[in-house]
């Protein structure tokens, strides 16, 4: 992005809410389980899976972790009754990380002893790096008593990810979305790209199931070379793709037998996850600029 744009994008927090809301709704369901549950129907319709985020990010109680994992269970037993091909991700500190991991772990299992009961999948979305060794570390303890129906995200631009690769069976890889420091992170556009496909190698030679979370062609393109070098069949991976974000190669993707997974979050706490979204659109220092104009001029 040019640096005109940059900083134009630096400015949405100061886009009024209503704004944010019509730009962003593309990226998310909608406020309901309901919302969700139609998009998911959709997209299972043009064959594509999907996994349902409930929004949530910033619990301050045991009792509000409680009701993200509440929220999970009513996912669950949604996508069970309509039969729809979706799994759940999982946030650590929604569940309640922050406020005490035996909390956290006791949210995360009932919800995936609940998915295991319905033959459902779980992934723990990764967060900043705050929480990397303790999402690793719940994940493996809860994975170990499980029916290995529990899986991870590795982040391509901190550079333990390589590291952190063996034992782990299913793996989400994508780039990484939060501000990280130099010293543990990548920050080079090219090396962010690098490091993702050497995760992705080290991921298959160790057998991992794989999601392949990006929308960045030159990574989509290398990973098919890859997987096709590899010889992986096709129920080994899977791409991934944000709901709203490059729908027509998603298409392709699927027309092409490819698996293919869309993120779909939903619920009333959609600022955040909007703002982060937009920040990555390109097209976003445009809309921002015409909306700053278009007020200014009293459009
Ligand atoms: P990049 O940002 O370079 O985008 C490549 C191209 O995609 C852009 O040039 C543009 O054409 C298009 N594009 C990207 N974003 C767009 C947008 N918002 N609107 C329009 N076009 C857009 N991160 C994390 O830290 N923890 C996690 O658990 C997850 N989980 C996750 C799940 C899934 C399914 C995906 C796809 C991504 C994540 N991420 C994530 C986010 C990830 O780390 C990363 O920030 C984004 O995917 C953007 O990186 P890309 O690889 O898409 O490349």
New binding site residues.
């Given amino acids: 992005m040019a640096l005109l744009d940059r900083a134009l994008v630096r400015l949405l927090p100061a886009v009024p809410k209503p704004v944010v809301q019509r730009l962003s709704s593309r990226?998310i369901a909608g406020p309901t389980l309901d919302d969700a549950i139609r998009v998911v129907r959709k997209l299972n319709a043009k064959g594509k899976l999907a996994?349902i985020d409930v929004l949530g990010e910033d619990v301050t109680t045991p009792d509000e972790a409680r009701a993200i994992a509440g929220q999970y269970h009513d996912v669950l037993a949604r996508i069970d009754e309509e039969q729809l091909d979706s799994n759940i991700?999982v946030k650590l500190t929604g569940l309640g990380l922050e406020l005490d991991y035996d909390l956290c772990r006791e949210n995360l299992e009932a919800v995936v002893g609940d998915a295991a009961a319905r033959g459902n999948f779980v992934r723990i979305?990764?967060?900043d790096s705050s929480t990397t060794d303790r999402t690793l570390q719940l994940y493996r303890e809860v994975h170990a008593e499980g029916s290995g129906n529990l899986g991870v995200?590795l982040?391509a631009y901190l550079r333990r990810t390589v590291a952190d690769v063996p034992g782990l069976d299913n793996v989400?890889l994508?780039?990484?979305?939060?501000v990280e420091s130099p010293e543990i992170a990548f920050r080079e556009?090219e090396a962010v790209r690098a490091n993702?496909l050497r995760s992705l190698e080290a991921l298959i030679a160790q057998g991992s199931y794989v999601?392949i979370?990006?929308?960045?062609?030159y990574?989509i393109r290398e990973s098919l070379r890859i997987v096709h070098e590899a010889g992986l069949p096709h129920d080994r991976y899977e791409f991934?793709?944000?709901l709203?974000?490059?729908p027509e190669r998603a298409d392709e993707l699927v027309a092409d037998g490819h698996r293919l997974?869309?993120?779909v979050p939903y619920g009333s706490h959609w600022y955040e996850y909007s703002v982060r979204?937009?920040q990555?659109?390109?097209?976003?220092a445009g809309y921002i600029a015409s909306d700053l104009f278009g007020r200014v001029f009293g459009r």
């Fill in positions: 990226y996994t991700s979305d990764m967060e995200v982040q989400r994508c780039k990484g979305i939060y556009f993702f999601g979370a990006t929308h960045d062609e990574l991934q793709m944000l709203g974000v490059r997974r869309v993120y979204r937009l990555e659109n390109p097209k976003m």
